[in-house]
């Protein structure tokens, strides 16, 4: 390789790593922030809906403002808990499948955003298709909205 592209090379990259570093560290702060506990719900049905998203598969600290919220990672319905049989995590979107119980299953498929819930700016929310099987027929299917469990 000539000298001269050498050098060129070599600023280039000394101009474009702390870029690249940079972004990486930006994308995983922002990662960290979507994290925890979201809450949903079925149209026209009284027992809520809420998964607890982990980063390392361990329970999040409890919520300072309600004690008795999920903390442990998985879905609920109601006072029901379904662990996921499995889960994928990114910054744009979550999915999970949980295991059954009773015969009973459920699948999400969502994409992050964020919203304004009262007065603070930008709260992470995810927005998909939640799909409930009973012994492996699809009993119930909708678009959801899971606000992220704040405190106010």
Same mark, same amino acid.
Request: proline share 7%; with cysteine.
């Given at each position: 390789?000539?000298?001269?592209?050498?050098?060129?090379?070599?600023?280039?990259?000394?101009? =474009?790593? /702390?870029?690249? =570093?940079?972004?990486?560290? #930006?994308?995983?702060?922002?990662?960290?922030?979507?994290?925890?506990?979201?809450?949903?719900?079925?149209?026209?049905?009284?027992?809520? =809906? #809420?998964?607890?998203? +982990?980063?390392?598969?361990?329970?999040? /600290?409890?919520?300072?403002? !309600?004690?008795? #919220? /999920?903390?442990?990672?998985? %879905?609920?319905?109601?006072?029901?808990?379904?662990? %996921?049989?499995? +889960? &994928?995590? +990114?910054? &744009?979107?979550?999915?999970?499948?949980?295991?059954?119980?009773?015969?009973?299953?459920?699948? %999400?498929?969502?994409?992050?955003?964020?919203?304004?819930? !009262?007065?603070?700016?930008?709260?992470?929310?995810?927005?998909?298709?939640? &799909?409930?099987?009973?012994?492996?027929?699809?009993?119930?299917?909708?678009? =959801?909205?899971?606000?992220?469990?704040?405190?106010?």
């Amino acid at each position: 390789m000539q000298p001269k592209i050498q050098v060129l090379l070599t600023v280039l990259l000394a101009i =474009l790593m /702390p870029l690249v =570093l940079k972004g990486q560290q #930006a994308e995983e702060h922002y990662s960290d922030y979507l994290y925890g506990l979201y809450y949903g719900g079925w149209e026209n049905q009284e027992s809520g =809906l #809420a998964f607890v998203i +982990s980063p390392d598969g361990k329970p999040i /600290p409890p919520k300072a403002n !309600d004690e008795d #919220a /999920p903390t442990k990672p998985g %879905f609920y319905v109601g006072e029901k808990y379904y662990e %996921f049989a499995w +889960s &994928k995590f +990114s910054p &744009k979107a979550f999915s999970f499948r949980t295991k059954s119980v009773n015969g009973t299953e459920f699948a %999400f498929h969502g994409q992050f955003g964020c919203e304004q819930v !009262d007065i603070i700016p930008e709260v992470p929310y995810l927005e998909g298709e939640l &799909k409930e099987t009973q012994n492996g027929r699809v009993v119930r299917r909708a678009k =959801l909205h899971f606000g992220h469990a704040v405190i106010l």
